[in-house]
C-alpha cells in the first residue's frame, strides 16, 4: 500500500474517477424514472457522480457495479464512507444505472473492489476536503485547524463543530480541489471491520425487490416456447388454441423462439402450453456428451496453440526417475441461480426503456442497439438486484428477448423464464479434457510439467485456459498448449471462468507426483513456492489451522490445495470421512485467503464459503448432459445442489496483509474439488480424474 499520504491532482481525479469533467456535477442517476440528476443546490452537496450529502445529513451513495450476493452493496460504501468520515448510520445506499461516468459497470472477475477502492477513496477524500474548506470558511479559522470525523467537521482550538448536512449548501458553491489527501491506512475506522449487510434486513423480511418482482403500472407479461435444439428452426406454427386463452393478448414470434404476451404470467404460462409448433431436427439433432466427450479427446491429438514453452519437456521426461501422466474431464455446468432470468422493456416516447438484473448492463445497452437501431441517447437501462447471478448474468439474452418482445406492445412487457427453460438454454461452463504429465529426478525434484487442454472453441482461449500457467510452482521444464473444437453448445463464464478446471488438473497431478515420490503434498508446495510468499502464505496458514500431519481420526484424511485467481491466493485442507457404505463424506474445510487490505471481513467470510459450497456442489453433483442436440437438465431434481446435511464445516482464515485489496467471491471455488480429491485419494488409494465423482 503506497498511499498512506499521497495526494491527487484535479486532472488525475477526474480521469480514475469518471473519464469525463461532466461527472463532477452531474452522472447520479437513481431512480426508477432514470430522470433524477442530483446537483450541486443549498439543499444537497454532490461533489462527484458517487455521492450525494443532503441537509439532512444523510449521505447517499451511488454503487456503480451490481450486488448479487457478494456484498458489495456494503463494502463499496465503506470505502466511500472512510475517507469522507462519515457517520456510518446516516449511509444510504442506491443501486447506480446504466451511466457512461461510471466507465464499465460489468461486475465480474471478483474486479469490483479491485477497480473501485482507489476511486471511491477519492471520491470521498474530495468531499470531505471541501465540507472542511467550507466550515473554516464560514468559522474564519485556518483550515488545517479543522478536522471531520464521522459526519461532523471540528475546530481544533474553539471546539466549535457542525455537522455535515449545515454545510453541503456552502460547500457546493467551492471549486474542487486541485489536491486530495488519502488516510493512512493505519488509521482506517470502517475499512477492515466487520460490518453487517446494508441490505440484510431488506433480504430477511421481503421487501427487497429483485428483478422477478419488477412491477410497472399496466405491465404485461411473457413467456417463451424456445427453440428446443441446437439449430432447430420453426418449421409451422398454430396460435388459435393459445389465443382463446383468457388473459392471453398476442403470439409473436421472435428470435429464441415465439412468444405468448398476456395480462399476467398465469395467462402466459397456460397459452404456452396451448401453442402448436413444428421445429426442424437441425444439424445437431444428434449430438449427446458421449460424442462430445470423444471429440475433445480426440482434439488432444493435435495442438492449436502452445501458451507456455520453457526449457527441453521431452529431454526432462526422458530423464525423469518416476512420471505421471493422468487425463482429466470435466463436463458443463450451468449457473442455475435462484432467481431465474427475466427482464423488462417498454417503447415510449421514442425511447426503449430497460429494467434488468444485470452483472454487465452494457451488454444490454448493445443488444438493445442492435435490435432497434435507436441512438445512443435513446436507449435507458436500469439495473435491478438479482437473486444470483455467478456470471450467467455478463450475458444479454434475456435483456435481447424482453426488447424484441416489447417492439410488439404499447404496454411495458416483462419477459419471464421458469427454471426448466433457464436451465435448458444456459451459457455453460465449457466442458474440458486435459492431459497432463510430470515427472521427478532421483532427489524427489518436479523436473517437467506438460499440459494439454481440449475444450469448446471460445472467443478469448482464457475461457478454457485460464490458471493453466500461473500455478507459479518452480518447474524448470514445462510445456502447456491447447486445442479447440467447434460445438454447438452455448458457452459462458462460471464462477472464476476456467480456474475450476485447470486448478483442478494443476493440484492433482502435483499431489499425485507427491505420492510417487514419497513426499509430502504440503512440502513439496512449500519447495516449489519458496518464492512466493504470498502463496506460501497462505499454505501455512491453511496447514497451521488444519494441524496438517497430526494423525486424524481412523477413517479420514486429509487434502491440500493451493491457487491464485484474480489477483488473490487461497489454500484449501479438505478433511473427509468414509461412511461404511463407501459414501464418502466432507467432514471439514479449512481455507486460508490472502485478498490485500480486507474492507470487510465479514464478508471475505461469507464469499469463502459460499464459494466452498458452490464448488463442492460441482465437485459432487455438478454437469449438464446433451442428449439428442439439447440438455437433459431441467430443474434441481436433476441438477442438485449440496444439502444441508452434506455441509461440511467451513473455517476460513484471513491473511492480515496492507496490500492492495482484490476479491473474494470467485478465488475460493478453483482450489476446493481439489482438495477435496486429494483428501479422498490419501483415503482411499483412488484417484479421480472425472468429475462429478459421486
Given at each position: 500500500?503506497?498511499?498512506?499520504?499521497?495526494?491527487?491532482?484535479?486532472?488525475?481525479?477526474?480521469?480514475?474517477?469518471?473519464?469525463?469533467?461532466?461527472?463532477?456535477?452531474?452522472?447520479?442517476?437513481?431512480?426508477?424514472?432514470?430522470?433524477?440528476?442530483?446537483?450541486?443546490?443549498?439543499?444537497?452537496?454532490?461533489?462527484?457522480?458517487?455521492?450525494?450529502?443532503?441537509?439532512?445529513?444523510?449521505?447517499?451513495?451511488?454503487?456503480?457495479?451490481?450486488?448479487?450476493?457478494?456484498?458489495?452493496?456494503?463494502?463499496?460504501?465503506?470505502?466511500?464512507?472512510?475517507?469522507?468520515?462519515?457517520?456510518?448510520?446516516?449511509?444510504?445506499?442506491?443501486?447506480?444505472?446504466?451511466?457512461?461516468?461510471?466507465?464499465?459497470?460489468?461486475?465480474?472477475?471478483?474486479?469490483?473492489?479491485?477497480?473501485?477502492?482507489?476511486?471511491?477513496?477519492?471520491?470521498?477524500?474530495?468531499?470531505?476536503?471541501?465540507?472542511?474548506?467550507?466550515?473554516?470558511?464560514?468559522?474564519?479559522?485556518?483550515?488545517?485547524?479543522?478536522?471531520?470525523?464521522?459526519?461532523?467537521?471540528?475546530?481544533?482550538?474553539?471546539?466549535?463543530?457542525?455537522?455535515?448536512?449545515?454545510?453541503?449548501?456552502?460547500?457546493?458553491?467551492?471549486?474542487?480541489?486541485?489536491?486530495?489527501?488519502?488516510?493512512?491506512?493505519?488509521?482506517?475506522?470502517?475499512?477492515?471491520?466487520?460490518?453487517?449487510?446494508?441490505?440484510?434486513?431488506?433480504?430477511?423480511?421481503?421487501?427487497?425487490?429483485?428483478?422477478?418482482?419488477?412491477?410497472?403500472?399496466?405491465?404485461?407479461?411473457?413467456?417463451?416456447?424456445?427453440?428446443?435444439?441446437?439449430?432447430?428452426?420453426?418449421?409451422?406454427?398454430?396460435?388459435?388454441?393459445?389465443?382463446?386463452?383468457?388473459?392471453?393478448?398476442?403470439?409473436?414470434?421472435?428470435?429464441?423462439?415465439?412468444?405468448?404476451?398476456?395480462?399476467?404470467?398465469?395467462?402466459?404460462?397456460?397459452?404456452?402450453?396451448?401453442?402448436?409448433?413444428?421445429?426442424?431436427?437441425?444439424?445437431?439433432?444428434?449430438?449427446?456428451?458421449?460424442q462430445i466427450s470423444a471429440d475433445l479427446n480426440q482434439a488432444l491429438?493435435?495442438?492449436?496453440?502452445?501458451?507456455?514453452?520453457?526449457?527441453?519437456?521431452?529431454?526432462?521426461?526422458?530423464?525423469?526417475?518416476?512420471?505421471?501422466?493422468?487425463?482429466?474431464?470435466?463436463?458443463?455446468?450451468?449457473?442455475?441461480?435462484?432467481?431465474?432470468?427475466?427482464?423488462?422493456?417498454?417503447?415510449?416516447?421514442?425511447?426503449?426503456?430497460?429494467?434488468?438484473?444485470?452483472?454487465?448492463?452494457?451488454?444490454?445497452?448493445?443488444?438493445?442497439?442492435?435490435?432497434?437501431?435507436?441512438?445512443?441517447?435513446?436507449?435507458?437501462?436500469?439495473?435491478?438486484?438479482?437473486?444470483?447471478?455467478?456470471?450467467?448474468?455478463?450475458?444479454?439474452?434475456?435483456?435481447?428477448?424482453?426488447?424484441?418482445?416489447?417492439?410488439?406492445?404499447?404496454?411495458?412487457?416483462?419477459?419471464?423464464?421458469?427454471?426448466?427453460?433457464?436451465?435448458?438454454?444456459?451459457?455453460?461452463?465449457?466442458?474440458?479434457?486435459?492431459?497432463?504429465?510430470?515427472?521427478?529426478?532421483?532427489?524427489?525434484?518436479?523436473?517437467?510439467?506438460?499440459?494439454?487442454?481440449?475444450?469448446?472453441?471460445?472467443?478469448?482461449?482464457?475461457?478454457?485456459?485460464?490458471?493453466?500457467?500461473?500455478?507459479?510452482?518452480?518447474?524448470?521444464?514445462?510445456?502447456?498448449?491447447?486445442?479447440?473444437?467447434?460445438?454447438?453448445?452455448?458457452?459462458?463464464?462460471?464462477?472464476?471462468?476456467?480456474?475450476?478446471?485447470?486448478?483442478?488438473?494443476?493440484?492433482?497431478?502435483l499431489d499425485e507426483i507427491a505420492i510417487k515420490s514419497d513426499q509430502?503434498?504440503?512440502?513439496?508446495?512449500?519447495?516449489?513456492?519458496?518464492?512466493?510468499?504470498?502463496?506460501?502464505?497462505?499454505?501455512?496458514?491453511?496447514?497451521?489451522?488444519?494441524?496438517?500431519?497430526?494423525?486424524?481420526?481412523?477413517?479420514?484424511?486429509?487434502?491440500?490445495?493451493?491457487?491464485?485467481?484474480?489477483?488473490?491466493?487461497?489454500?484449501?485442507?479438505?478433511?473427509?470421512?468414509?461412511?461404511?457404505?463407501?459414501?464418502?463424506?466432507?467432514?471439514?474445510?479449512?481455507?486460508?485467503?490472502?485478498?490485500?487490505?480486507?474492507?470487510?471481513?465479514?464478508?471475505?467470510?461469507?464469499?469463502?464459503?459460499?464459494?466452498?459450497?458452490?464448488?463442492?456442489?460441482?465437485?459432487?453433483?455438478?454437469?449438464?448432459?446433451?442428449?439428442?442436440?439439447?440438455?437433459?437438465?431441467?430443474?434441481?431434481?436433476?441438477?442438485?445442489?449440496?444439502?444441508?446435511?452434506?455441509?461440511?464445516?467451513?473455517?476460513?482464515?484471513?491473511?492480515?496483509?496492507?496490500?492492495?485489496?482484490?476479491?473474494?467471491?470467485?478465488?475460493?471455488?478453483?482450489?476446493?474439488?481439489?482438495?477435496?480429491?486429494?483428501?479422498?485419494c490419501a483415503l482411499t488409494g483412488e484417484r479421480i480424474t472425472r468429475?462429478?465423482?459421486?
Amino acid at each position: 500500500m503506497t498511499s498512506q499520504s499521497n495526494t491527487l491532482n484535479r486532472r488525475d481525479f477526474i480521469k480514475l474517477s469518471t473519464g469525463s469533467t461532466a461527472a463532477l456535477v452531474l452522472g447520479l442517476s437513481w431512480s426508477c424514472d432514470g430522470n433524477r440528476v442530483a446537483k450541486a443546490s443549498n439543499a444537497t452537496f454532490s461533489p462527484n457522480a458517487y455521492l450525494e450529502i443532503g441537509s439532512d445529513d444523510t449521505v447517499r451513495i451511488v454503487m456503480p457495479r451490481s450486488e448479487m450476493g457478494q456484498k458489495i452493496y456494503t463494502s463499496l460504501p465503506m470505502i466511500l464512507a472512510e475517507e469522507l468520515e462519515a457517520d456510518w448510520t446516516k449511509v444510504k445506499v442506491i443501486q447506480g444505472d446504466l451511466n457512461e461516468v461510471f466507465g464499465s459497470q460489468s461486475t465480474g472477475g471478483s474486479a469490483s473492489i479491485r477497480t473501485q477502492y482507489d476511486i471511491l477513496r477519492k471520491a470521498g477524500a474530495t468531499a470531505k476536503t471541501m465540507l472542511i474548506q467550507a466550515a473554516a470558511a464560514s468559522w474564519q479559522v485556518p483550515v488545517e485547524k479543522c478536522y471531520a470525523s464521522e459526519g461532523v467537521v471540528y475546530h481544533k482550538d474553539s471546539k466549535r463543530k457542525s455537522a455535515y448536512g449545515k454545510l453541503v449548501g456552502q460547500a457546493a458553491k467551492l471549486p474542487v480541489p486541485t489536491e486530495v489527501t488519502l488516510k493512512d491506512p493505519r488509521k482506517f475506522k470502517i475499512i477492515g471491520k466487520a460490518y453487517k449487510s446494508l441490505d440484510g434486513r431488506s433480504k430477511v423480511d421481503g421487501s427487497l425487490k429483485y428483478g422477478y418482482d419488477f412491477h410497472l403500472p399496466g405491465m404485461l407479461t411473457a413467456v417463451i416456447s424456445r427453440i428446443p435444439r441446437y439449430g432447430s428452426e420453426l418449421e409451422g406454427m398454430d396460435d388459435s388454441a393459445a389465443l382463446t386463452v383468457p388473459g392471453v393478448l398476442k403470439v409473436v414470434k421472435v428470435s429464441s423462439g415465439v412468444a405468448v404476451i398476456a395480462k399476467n404470467s398465469y395467462a402466459a404460462l397456460e397459452g404456452r402450453k396451448k401453442l402448436e409448433l413444428t421445429w426442424s431436427p437441425g444439424p445437431h439433432a444428434s449430438l449427446n456428451s458421449s460424442q462430445i466427450s470423444a471429440d475433445l479427446n480426440q482434439a488432444l491429438d493435435r495442438t492449436d496453440a502452445i501458451i507456455r514453452d520453457d526449457g527441453d519437456v521431452e529431454q526432462a521426461r526422458r530423464s525423469a526417475t518416476k512420471t505421471v501422466d493422468l487425463t482429466f474431464e470435466v463436463p458443463y455446468l450451468d449457473h442455475a441461480p435462484q432467481e431465474p432470468n427475466n427482464c423488462t422493456a417498454h417503447f415510449h416516447d421514442g425511447i426503449c426503456e430497460i429494467w434488468a438484473p444485470s452483472q454487465n448492463p452494457g451488454n444490454g445497452f448493445n443488444a438493445a442497439k442492435r435490435i432497434t437501431g435507436l441512438n445512443d441517447h435513446e436507449i435507458i437501462i436500469h439495473t435491478l438486484r438479482m437473486g444470483g447471478g455467478f456470471g450467467r448474468r455478463l450475458q444479454a439474452d434475456y435483456v435481447a428477448d424482453a426488447v424484441e418482445v416489447a417492439q410488439h406492445s404499447d404496454s411495458p412487457v416483462k419477459v419471464i423464464r421458469t427454471r426448466d427453460e433457464d436451465i435448458k438454454n444456459g451459457f455453460y461452463r465449457p466442458a474440458s479434457v486435459h492431459r497432463a504429465s510430470a515427472g521427478v529426478d532421483q532427489n524427489g525434484a518436479v523436473t517437467f510439467w506438460q499440459h494439454q487442454i481440449s475444450g469448446p472453441a471460445a472467443g478469448w482461449h482464457g475461457m478454457i485456459t485460464g490458471g493453466a500457467t500461473e500455478h507459479a510452482y518452480a518447474i524448470p521444464n514445462q510445456k502447456i498448449s491447447y486445442s479447440m473444437s467447434d460445438l454447438p453448445v452455448p458457452i459462458g463464464a462460471w464462477r472464476s471462468v476456467a480456474n475450476t478446471q485447470t486448478a483442478f488438473v494443476n493440484e492433482c497431478l502435483l499431489d499425485e507426483i507427491a505420492i510417487k515420490s514419497d513426499q509430502d503434498p504440503v512440502e513439496l508446495r512449500r519447495r516449489l513456492l519458496k518464492d512466493h510468499p504470498r502463496r506460501l502464505g497462505v499454505l501455512n496458514l491453511a496447514a497451521e489451522k488444519a494441524n496438517w500431519g497430526k494423525k486424524l481420526p481412523d477413517g479420514h484424511a486429509a487434502g491440500v490445495a493451493v491457487h491464485k485467481s484474480f489477483q488473490s491466493y487461497v489454500a484449501i485442507v479438505a478433511e473427509v470421512s468414509q461412511e461404511k457404505s463407501g459414501k464418502i463424506r466432507v467432514e471439514k474445510i479449512t481455507a486460508a485467503i490472502d485478498v490485500g487490505t480486507v474492507i470487510n471481513p465479514d464478508g471475505v467470510r461469507s464469499q469463502v464459503e459460499g464459494g466452498v459450497i458452490m464448488a463442492l456442489t460441482a465437485a459432487l453433483y455438478g454437469e449438464i448432459t446433451i442428449e439428442k442436440g439439447a440438455v437433459k437438465q431441467s430443474n434441481f431434481h436433476n441438477y442438485p445442489l449440496l444439502k444441508f446435511s452434506e455441509t461440511p464445516v467451513i473455517e476460513t482464515h484471513i491473511v492480515k496483509s496492507m496490500e492492495k485489496p482484490t476479491g473474494a467471491g470467485e478465488p475460493p471455488v478453483p482450489p476446493t474439488p481439489p482438495a477435496l480429491l486429494n483428501a479422498i485419494c490419501a483415503l482411499t488409494g483412488e484417484r479421480i480424474t472425472r468429475l462429478p465423482f459421486s
